[in-house]
């Protein structure tokens, strides 16, 4: 055997690293642990020796993470009895700590930009419990839906929408805003009244839902208008509400009354924070490699796309309002370099201190106040977290 740690990775990967500066020996890391996290209804109601019993082990509880737990990287959760019916699900301490730097409180509007399959999504509903709202916007249909599903599986949807929508256009206002009738409205069809929520569409709206989509699949980008509604719950602020309501446009730069209270831009990235996913290239043949990471040409689209998602997310947050952005990248170009783009361009956002994270097992990343977790420094998957607070001007 090679005393080389990092002799598994090609060269490629290691110029890669080296050129944004990141320590192979992260990646030398084999496993991490495997986290989980129990659902607030059920860590309070119940014992937690059922879930010890259904999954063979005795998770460990991270104490830097309220509802986290450790459990060994062998240890499979999808086909026991607690993750089936709905009890315990799995997600990355680090997602978790994306999700707590948001410091969501009872009655916030939330807005999760990129929100698909949903791990942040779940954890946002469940920490508000039964106040506030989430809209959850993706732009990949198939994602999107999946998380509706996990909604339903965890019942959490109550006071959840979903959008199929581009995150650079998204510009629905937060539900709150949509009880105050105004004058078009009153003589609307009543048909056009949002009902409770069903799986069975009414063909008036399956053929607005397929029109969207072919106008999607027509554009290279949806406008926002055609953000496609496909979930919500009874409480999400949707039902009662007529369609011109819901589909009132946030338009301009803002600031507007009624933004968002929190935001999260959970950025599509190189994912090359996380060793599990670049474990995978083992299987997928490391040539792969150059095309979906190493490529500067696919870094330079992420890194707009980025910048886009970060400043419309702030363009929808209400002033004195907190949005975090995260990706499970480690390099400073989807990270330090698109939060100093965005700050030079919009001079009402502050770099905010992660209270928080004094307790965390991070570093701080080359910006001051940014969070940088790794598999070697905090036993976690690579994230960077970065989060702003919307300023008066
Ligand atoms: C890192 S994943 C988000 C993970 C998610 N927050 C969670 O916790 O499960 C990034 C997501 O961004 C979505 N995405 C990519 N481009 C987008 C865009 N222009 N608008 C909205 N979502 C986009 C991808 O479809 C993907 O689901």
């Given at each position: 055997m090679s005393d080389n740690p990092h002799s598994h990775l090609p060269d490629s990967f290691i110029d890669f690293l080296n050129r944004n500066g990141l320590d192979p020996s992260i990646y030398a890391v084999q496993s991490i642990p495997r986290y989980i996290r129990y659902y607030y209804y059920y860590l309070i109601i119940h014992s937690l020796r059922s879930v010890e019993r259904h999954i063979d082990c005795k998770p460990q509880k991270?104490?830097?993470?309220?509802?986290f737990f450790a459990i060994p990287?062998?240890?499979?959760?999808?086909?026991s009895k607690s993750y089936r019916d709905g009890k315990i699900y799995g997600m990355d301490a680090a997602s978790g700590a994306a999700v707590m730097a948001l410091n969501v409180s009872a009655g916030d509007h939330v807005l999760?930009?990129?929100?698909?399959?949903g791990a942040k999504l779940c954890m946002l509903l469940d920490i508000l419990g039964d106040s506030g709202s989430v809209t959850g916007v993706d732009i990949a249909r198939h994602r999107l839906a999946a998380c509706r599903t996990m909604l339903q599986k965890y019942a959490l949807g109550d006071r959840c929408r979903l959008f199929v929508a581009d995150g650079t256009l998204f510009s629905l206002l937060p539900s709150e805003g949509h009880f105050k009738l105004t004058y078009a409205n009153k003589y609307e069809e009543k048909t056009d009244i949002y009902k409770e929520w069903t799986p069975k569409r009414s063909w008036k709206e399956r053929k607005r839902s397929s029109r969207a989509r072919n106008v999607s699949a027509s554009q290279l980008v949806p406008r926002?208008?055609?953000?496609?509604?496909i979930f919500y719950g009874?409480?999400?602020?949707?039902?009662?509400?007529?369609r011109t309501e819901l589909f009132q446009i946030a338009s301009g730069s803002g600031p507007f009354d009624s933004g968002y209270d929190k935001v999260l831009v959970d950025a599509e990235c190189t994912h090359d924070g996380s060793i599990k996913h670049i474990q995978k290239f083992e299987h997928w043949g490391w040539n792969t490699l150059e095309r979906r990471v190493l490529d500067a040409q696919r870094t330079d689209v992420l890194t707009y796309l980025q910048l886009q998602l970060l400043t419309n997310g702030f363009r929808l947050l209400k002033v004195g309002g907190s949005l975090v952005y995260s990706t499970c990248s480690l390099t400073v170009a989807q990270n330090e370099d698109v939060v100093e783009q965005f700050l030079s361009g919009n001079t009402s956002a502050e770099l905010q201190e992660i209270n928080a994270a004094a307790k965390w097992p991070c570093k701080i990343g080359r910006l001051p106040k940014t969070l940088r977790f790794d598999p070697l420094t905090s036993q976690t998957s690579g994230l960077f977290i970065a989060k702003f607070k919307k300023l008066a001007l």
């Amino acid at each position: 055997m090679s005393d080389n740690p990092h002799s598994h990775l090609p060269d490629s990967f290691i110029d890669f690293l080296n050129r944004n500066g990141l320590d192979p020996s992260i990646y030398a890391v084999q496993s991490i642990p495997r986290y989980i996290r129990y659902y607030y209804y059920y860590l309070i109601i119940h014992s937690l020796r059922s879930v010890e019993r259904h999954i063979d082990c005795k998770p460990q509880k991270v104490e830097w993470l309220p509802g986290f737990f450790a459990i060994p990287a062998h240890v499979q959760i999808a086909g026991s009895k607690s993750y089936r019916d709905g009890k315990i699900y799995g997600m990355d301490a680090a997602s978790g700590a994306a999700v707590m730097a948001l410091n969501v409180s009872a009655g916030d509007h939330v807005l999760d930009l990129c929100a698909a399959p949903g791990a942040k999504l779940c954890m946002l509903l469940d920490i508000l419990g039964d106040s506030g709202s989430v809209t959850g916007v993706d732009i990949a249909r198939h994602r999107l839906a999946a998380c509706r599903t996990m909604l339903q599986k965890y019942a959490l949807g109550d006071r959840c929408r979903l959008f199929v929508a581009d995150g650079t256009l998204f510009s629905l206002l937060p539900s709150e805003g949509h009880f105050k009738l105004t004058y078009a409205n009153k003589y609307e069809e009543k048909t056009d009244i949002y009902k409770e929520w069903t799986p069975k569409r009414s063909w008036k709206e399956r053929k607005r839902s397929s029109r969207a989509r072919n106008v999607s699949a027509s554009q290279l980008v949806p406008r926002a208008q055609e953000a496609e509604l496909i979930f919500y719950g009874p409480h999400s602020g949707v039902v009662g509400i007529s369609r011109t309501e819901l589909f009132q446009i946030a338009s301009g730069s803002g600031p507007f009354d009624s933004g968002y209270d929190k935001v999260l831009v959970d950025a599509e990235c190189t994912h090359d924070g996380s060793i599990k996913h670049i474990q995978k290239f083992e299987h997928w043949g490391w040539n792969t490699l150059e095309r979906r990471v190493l490529d500067a040409q696919r870094t330079d689209v992420l890194t707009y796309l980025q910048l886009q998602l970060l400043t419309n997310g702030f363009r929808l947050l209400k002033v004195g309002g907190s949005l975090v952005y995260s990706t499970c990248s480690l390099t400073v170009a989807q990270n330090e370099d698109v939060v100093e783009q965005f700050l030079s361009g919009n001079t009402s956002a502050e770099l905010q201190e992660i209270n928080a994270a004094a307790k965390w097992p991070c570093k701080i990343g080359r910006l001051p106040k940014t969070l940088r977790f790794d598999p070697l420094t905090s036993q976690t998957s690579g994230l960077f977290i970065a989060k702003f607070k919307k300023l008066a001007l």
